[in-house]
Every structure is written in structure tokens, then in C-alpha cells.
T-cell receptor, first 114, second 112 residues
Framework: GAVVSQHPSRVICKSGTSVKIECRSLDFQATTMFWYRQFPKQSLMLMATSNEGSKATYEQGVEKDKFLINHASLTLSTLTVTSAHPEDSSFYIC??????????FGSGTQLSVL | DAKTTQPPSMDCAEGRAANLPCNHSTISGNEYVYWYRQIHSQGPQYIIHGLKNNETNEMASLIITEDRKSSTLILPHATLRDTAVYYCIAHAGGTSYGKLTFGQGTILTVHP
């Protein structure tokens, strides 16, 4: 079956540094990818929609300059958390939609900012 | 996405059927009912979806009421590995498919 690979699975960084998270569709082309954030004991919240070759669309309240999204190819989208702070600590999850409009989720990235 | 309401938690004995209800009384005619589940510290996993007819696959069955205002996900023979948070989502799909609105879901605990 289709697989979405997310890397790294866990990252710890110092406050003020930037962290890049990769989301790859391994055996299909994903024209659209989505980024979610999930705080402990809460549900997933959509952050942004990433379309290949164009700018991402951010949900209300999500700072586009802080959460940089790049979708340069049909198999890769990246989320960079810039100048991370402890309040950015969260579980980040990507999903990818294939040409048949099926949706596949990555395994998530646990970000801890010290 | 239409609002969905689910019980916060449910228990089920291993080997028995788990019946997870979902209320979506304001669902639109073009919205499907999707079910996903999330095992701790993993990404959501697709289970099943339907529009108005009942659906069955290798994982589960989905029963949608005739008025489409509620549905039930059935795991016919629950195992310990089915312990997870189950999300019911009403979503139109199409070109906007993927911008899912996750509610709080139901924490299903399967016990021996």
C-alpha cells in the first residue's frame, strides 16, 4: 500500500534554533500535502495545505513566517519551524493525497524544544 | 466539515464487537462519513468511509442511518491492538479532500 514517510520521528532542539521536518510519498505522486499539529491529549489541528510548485495555504492563526512550508517536488514537502520555542513543542503530522484522492498519513514527528 | 459528536471513551472486551457511535446531525448531502483511528504517538490510519449505504471492508463495517444523521463503526472482533482514538469525520471530499477537521474522538480501550 501507499506509504508516507516522515522524518525525523523525534527531534529535540534548543530554543531559538530551526528544525526541518520532511514528508515524503514513497510510491505515489502527491500534488497536495497537509500539515497538522497535535498537542498532548488534544486532537489534530490542520496547520496548512501544501501544493506542489506553489505557496502553501495556512489556516487562521498559523504564522506562515514561523512555519515555512516547501513543496518543491511531487514527493516531498518540508515544514521548517523557525526560531523554535518551548510552546512549539508538539507532535507534527503530515498527510499526502494521491491522484485518486486517497489520503495517507505519515507517522508523525515529536518536537521537543528545550 | 459538519460537526460530529462522539462519546469520549468506550471499553470493549477482546473478541467482542466494538460499536462506536457518531452523531452528525448537520451533515450536508455531499459530505461523506470518514473514520480514522490513531494509535498512541502515530499518525492517523484510515478505516472506512461511506456516503449513505452501509460499507464493509477488512477492518470494519460502517452503518449509516437512513437520515444520515448518525453512524456506527463496528469492529467485529476487537483485539488489544484496536485500542486507539477513533475519529468520525464528516467531509465533502473532492478537490478539498484532505483538509480534515478532527474532533476529540472516542478513546476505545480493548481489555483482555
Amino acid at each position: 500500500g501507499a506509504v508516507v514517510s516522515q522524518h525525523p520521528s523525534r527531534v529535540i532542539c534548543k530554543s531559538g534554533t530551526s528544525v526541518k521536518i520532511e514528508c515524503r510519498s514513497l510510491d505515489f505522486q502527491a500534488t497536495t500535502m497537509f500539515w497538522y499539529r497535535q498537542f498532548p491529549k488534544q486532537s489534530l489541528m490542520l496547520m496548512a495545505t501544501s501544493n506542489e510548485g506553489s505557496k502553501a495555504t495556512y489556516e487562521q492563526g498559523v504564522e506562515k513566517d514561523k512555519f515555512l512550508i516547501n513543496h518543491a517536488s511531487l514527493t516531498l514537502s518540508t515544514l521548517t519551524v523557525t526560531s523554535a520555542h518551548p510552546e512549539d513543542s508538539s507532535f507534527y503530522i503530515c498527510s499526502a493525497r494521491d491522484r485518486n484522492e486517497k489520503l495517507f498519513f505519515g507517522s508523525g514527528t515529536q518536537l521537543s524544544v528545550l | 466539515d459538519a460537526k460530529t459528536t462522539q462519546p469520549p471513551s468506550m471499553d470493549c472486551a477482546e473478541g467482542r464487537a466494538a460499536n462506536l457511535p457518531c452523531n452528525h446531525s448537520t451533515i450536508s448531502g455531499n459530505e461523506y462519513v470518514y473514520w480514522y483511528r490513531q494509535i498512541h504517538s502515530q499518525g492517523p490510519q484510515y478505516i472506512i468511509h461511506g456516503l449513505k449505504n452501509n460499507e464493509t471492508n477488512e477492518m470494519a463495517s460502517l452503518i449509516i442511518t437512513e437520515d444520515r444523521k448518525s453512524s456506527t463503526l463496528i469492529l467485529p472482533h476487537a483485539t488489544l491492538r484496536d485500542t486507539a482514538v477513533y475519529y468520525c469525520i464528516a467531509h465533502a471530499g473532492g478537490t478539498s479532500y484532505g483538509k480534515l477537521t478532527f474532533g476529540q474522538g472516542t478513546i476505545l480501550t480493548v481489555h483482555p
